[in-house]
Each structure stands twice: as C-alpha cells, then as structure tokens.
C-alpha cells in the first residue's frame, strides 16, 4: 500500500480536514502518551455523558459472553482496552461533528448509515473468523469511506458537481480516477492517509484500502490479510443490500450469497451469513437511536432470501406448497414423490427418521407425508419428534400405516398426526387427503401473512407516532428542538439536577440586529442567516449540550452538569464561531453577532424560574453593553 503522502500534508496543513474535537481529541492526545493512566483517562472520559453511553454500549456487546452487565468506565476500559477506547472515541466525534456540509450532492444521512452498517459488518465477520479484534473492525468499518467525507467537506462545490455527473452509483474505479484528476488525491487514498495519520491498526487500513481491487493486496492464501480484505468487500456488499428495497434488493441478496459461499477465506454458509445480517439490522436499530441516525431497518434475513426466490421465480407466496416425502420403501418414495410433482408441490424425499428430521430443518416444510414402519425413527417418533419444535407446530403431518391397529393409530394421533392413509396407497385418495392438508397448511400461511402485516403496521404507527412527537417538539427551520420541548427538558433537568446535586447552567443567545438584516434583505435572508448561524452554534456544542430555538432569533442551551467556569469557556467559543462565520446569500455576504447570557444554578438560586431570569438578565447586560459579547447577572 504505496499512498503519496506529500498531497495528503498540504491538505492536513489547511486545518480543514474532518478530525475529532472536545473530549475525542482529550482522549487522543492522552491515549499517545506512554504514561498515561486509567485514571485519567477516565476522568477525560466522565466529561462526555454522551460518550460514556456508546462507550459501556460497547463494553457490553464485547463482554456479553460474561452475562455480568457492565456499568463503570474502569470496567470498559478493561474490557475494550485504551486503543479500542481511542478508535471509538475518534469515530463517533465525527459522525457527531459531521452531520451535515455544504455540498449539495452529498447525502450525509445515507453516508453515515452506511459507514454505520459497514462497520457493524464488519465487526461481525471478525467476531465470526477471529482475525481482529471485532471493537476495532468496527471502528475502521465505521471510518471505511472518510476520504469521501473529507472531499465532500474540502471541496463541497467541486465534489457535488462531480458526483452530480457520475450518477448515485458510480463505478468505484472511475470515482478513484476523476477524484485523482480534479483534486490529486483520490477518495480510497486519502481514506487510508487519515487512518493512517490517526494510528489505526495497519492491517486494518490494508483491508479497506484492497477491498476494491482485491488482486493487488498479494496477500497469501489462508492469511489474516485476505481473510480481512474478503470480509471488508463482504462488509461493503451488506450495507449496500441493507439499504436497499425491492426488486434491487432481490438482485443484490443473491450475489451476496455467492460471494459469502465461494470466499474461501471467510468459509461463510448461507446460515452464518444469515445470522450476521439479522446481527447488523437488529444493531443498526440501536446505534442509530444512539448516534440519532434515521434507520430503516430491513426485514430478516429468511424473509429477504424469501422474497428474492420469489421475486425470481416469478411465483406467489403458498402456491407450491413445501413437502417432505419420508417413506422407508423406495418404490413408494417416488410414486409419492412423482404425484406431488404432478400436482404442483415443492418436494423433498428422505428414506428414514434421521434423515427427515435433518430434511426438515434444512427445508421446513409445510406437509410431511411419513410412513410408519421407517427403520430407526419410525413416523409416530418423528412427528412426535417434530411437533415439540416451533417448525412443526404449524405443520400438516399425513401418516401412512397398514390396517387394523386401533391402539397404534391412537398412538399416532397423541403423537400429533393430523389425518393418517392405509396402505397400499390409492393415488385419488392421497391426492384428497394432501388437498385437505393444503387447505389447512394455506391458511396457516395466511395467518403467519397477517401477523407479519400487523407487526409491519404496528411498526409503521410507531414510527408515525414517533415523527409526529418529533414534529410538535422540532423547529423546522434550524431542526433544533422548540419552546415546547425546552421547557419539558429543563424541568427534566432541574429534578436531575436535584437529586444528583451537580451543577446545571443554561445560555439564551439572540442575534444582534437581527431586524436590521430582515428589514434590509428581505425575510428569505434572514431565514438563511438564522438556519446557518444556527448550524455554527451547534457544530461547536459538545454532545450532551441541547440547543433549543425558543422563537424568533433567540435560543437556549441547557448544560447539564456544566460549572460556571465551563458554561462562560463554551459561551466564548460559541461567540467567536459566529464572529468568524460569513453567511453567502443572493444580496452578497452577511456576517452576524450574538449576545449572550450565561447562568449557572449555584446555592442562591431557589427555582428554575429564577435560573432563567439570571440567564435573560444576563442576556440583556451584554445587549446594553455593546452587543456581540456575554453577559452575567449583576446583583
């Protein structure tokens, strides 16, 4: 892996490139340090509460094999170790301080769902194989594509012009060849730089930097190198089929299957690959709740194969009903066999108990037609043997015996039979008793349909319950959260704030002369002033501060377990942010300052109403004294 690293410093040199800031970049520094204790590293990492989230998140899918939950950071740390705890720390600062950007081509939502989905791939597979630590895939999983975050960051204009030209899905190779040309530095190249640049495991790098042009890794047969290149393209191929619908799913999922069953350095079956997909989605669910990612979350892996032979058979759900023929006598085996056939059945034969059960399992039929007087496991055992499972449950089981035994035919029926034929077997006889069965095997598939149905809906209300919450707390021009919601959230926090006895601080922000630009440029200016200044103040709050648009140009930012000291740091920084910030509209560039005010509850302040007021006062103070600053009450 050759990377030409003298482009790669003049861009690193400008300053603009994506990297970690706040409590990620503390932990970077501190982790380099061949000195550095647990215990400081800890306490970096308590400064973040949103961070100690994903970190014991972490800790927990790592250390479930131990069945003890695990709720203290020192714990985390010990179980992940300090290079797991970096590589996270560095991934979700960007995925939180990289939301959004300027090139109008680039969707981010779909960007950082699919980082998310590769890396949780990716973990997977390694936790499958063994190559590398599966904490560590995800993160590089997680960063896979940056150097194409970083272009679109770098040269949003350039990059969205590009992207526009080549269409949603170009062609890999030709993306690395027009990326070289326009901007001497290609998106998997400056990927591998970045990794590189931040410490990231080599091999990692490696695998991501190969998995598209695979044949120049030269990595040996049975390696870790090519077991990790074939799980980062099979990490590529998951995350793509996750997101798609339909008929483009169809197509990729089958592909998918071929490429997991022919790598021979993952030795994946259609069952293990099937366990990771279920893995993914259910996890794709969480960490998106947990990075506030938009999610949707594919059906399972059965019902996406499911439908994908449906799709290309061209055959509807319960028209060829699955059997399975288990008859000792080969003769008899393919006289049954040969009817169903005639009759529109999907059959599958098996010459005794043994190997019906494994049949069944494999095939999970609908209709089982089982001879009693098989060798080994005979019928009456093996329906009994299948009715205690969840898949014989809902199964039509057809017995064939000989004549006469009363005592053994009861046996059958305790057993779970449904209806049962004498031999020597009459074709018009089978062939009305398997109708009976179909009828009942079809309307067994018509309920599981509408129990899939309703869960589908079920899901959809909650979902349309879920955004029309969202909708009556959100503002709509900014995307911060509205009046309705910050006063909910700060009686939250004042209870917290109660009973955990630590402190809480709260800023109120409005712009300065804010008329003045509506007046002056018109109301669709103001509107783009006030949504990209917005977008400044939030890309320079950490992660557990909650920024709330209160109406008109003013706002709230509610700081739980934020002293004094640190609430006047974080008040600075916004006001210099803003400062610098110059907003590009059709009447030409407008800058815009804010004033702010800044209170933190200490012993004299009794309600949280008086907490507010220390805020608006202090507000006011920076107002009547010049504007563009911050203010503090002055008793």
Same mark, same amino acid.
């Given at each position: 892996m050759d990377l030409e690293l003298k482009k790669f410093e003049q861009i690193k040199a400008t300053g603009e490139l994506p990297s970690p800031k706040g409590v990620a970049l503390s932990i970077i520094r501190l982790t380099q340090r061949d000195d550095v204790s647990a215990l400081e590293l800890e306490h970096a990492i308590k400064s973040d509460p949103a961070f100690v989230g994903r970190l014991l998140k972490a800790a927990n899918a790592a250390g479930r094999a131990n069945g003890r939950p695990i709720v203290a950071i020192a714990d985390a740390l010990n179980v992940l170790g300090m290079a797991v705890v970096r590589n996270l720390a560095l991934s979700f600062s960007l995925v939180s301080g990289y939301r959004k950007g300027n090139c109008p081509n680039f969707d981010f939502d779909q960007f950082w769902n699919r980082s998310l989905l590769t890396g949780l791939t990716f973990q997977e597979i390694n936790r499958h194989s063994g190559a590398v630590n /599966?904490?560590?895939?995800?993160?590089?999983?997680?960063?896979?594509?940056?150097? %194409?975050?970083?272009?679109?960051?770098?040269? /949003?204009?350039?990059?969205?012009?590009?992207?526009?030209?080549?269409g949603g899905d170009a062609d890999p190779v030709l993306l690395h060849e027009r990326e070289e040309a326009l901007f001497a530095l290609a998106n998997d190249d400056l990927t591998a730089a970045m990794l590189t640049d931040w410490g990231l495991p080599k091999q990692l790098i490696e695998s991501l930097y190969y998995r598209l042009q695979p044949e120049r890794s030269q990595f040996s047969v049975g390696s870790r190198g090519e077991k990790l290149v074939a799980g980062a393209i099979l990490a590529a191929q998951v995350a793509d089929v996750c997101q798609l619908e339909g008929d483009a799913r169809g197509e990729r999922l089958a592909k998918l299957g071929e490429l997991a069953e022919s790598s021979t350095a993952l030795a994946l079956t259609q069952e293990a690959l099937? %366990?990771?997909?279920?893995?993914?989605?259910?996890?794709? %669910?969480?960490?998106?709740?947990?990075?506030?990612?938009?999610?949707?979350? /594919? /059906?399972s892996f059965s019902q996406m194969m499911t439908a994908a032979v449906v799709q290309a058979t061209g055959t509807e759900g319960g028209t060829g009903l699955r059997v399975l023929v288990a008859l000792g006598d080969k003769g008899e085996r393919q006289q049954v066999a040969a009817l169903l056939h005639g009759l529109g059945y999907n059959t599958a034969e098996a010459q005794d108990g043994e190997m019906a059960l494994e049949a069944a399992l494999d095939m999970q039929p609908q209709i089982l037609v089982a001879d009693a007087a098989m060798t080994g496991i005979d019928g009456i055992r093996l329906i009994r043997a299948l009715r205690e499972t969840k898949l014989g449950r809902a199964m039509y089981m057809l017995l064939l015996t000989t004549a006469g035994d009363e005592d053994r035919l009861v046996e059958a029926y305790e057993a779970g039979a449904d209806d049962y034929l004498v031999k020597p077997l009459k074709e018009r006889v089978l062939a009305a008793r398997l109708r009976a069965g179909a009828r009942v095997a079809e309307l067994q598939v018509e309920v599981e349909r509408d129990q899939r149905e309703m869960k589908h809906f079920a899901a959809e209300l909650a979902v349309s319950n879920r955004r029309l919450h969202e909708a009556s707390v959100t503002d709509p021009l900014t995307g911060f959260y509205n009046r309705r919601y910050a006063l909910e959230r700060l009686e939250q926090e004042w209870a917290a704030s109660n009973r955990s006895k630590k402190p809480l601080s709260c800023l109120v922000i409005d712009f300065d002369r804010f008329k003045e630009i509506n007046d002056g440029y018109g109301h669709d200016v103001g509107d783009k002033v006030l949504a990209e200044v917005a977008g400044v103040l939030q890309q320079n709050l950490r992660t557990n501060d909650v920024i709330c648009r209160m109406g008109g140009d003013e706002f709230l930012v509610i700081s739980p377990d934020t002293d004094s000291e640190s609430m006047r740091a974080c008040a600075l920084r916004l006001l210099a942010a803003v400062e610098q910030s110059v907003i590009d509209t059709p009447r030409g560039p407008v800058r815009c300052g804010v004033s702010i005010g800044v209170a933190t509850r200490d012993a004299g302040t009794a309600t949280l109403a008086m907490l507010m007021k220390a805020a608006d006062e202090g507000m006011y103070q920076a107002k009547i004294s010049g504007r563009r600053r911050i203010g503090e009450r002055f008793d």
């Open positions: /599966p904490e560590e895939a995800f993160c590089c999983g997680l960063l896979a594509d940056v150097g %194409r975050l970083a272009l679109a960051t770098l040269y /949003p204009q350039a990059y969205s012009q590009l992207l526009e030209e080549l099937g %366990r990771v997909v279920d893995a993914v989605a259910a996890q794709w %669910r969480d960490w998106g709740e947990t990075l506030q990612l938009k999610v949707k979350v /594919p /059906p």
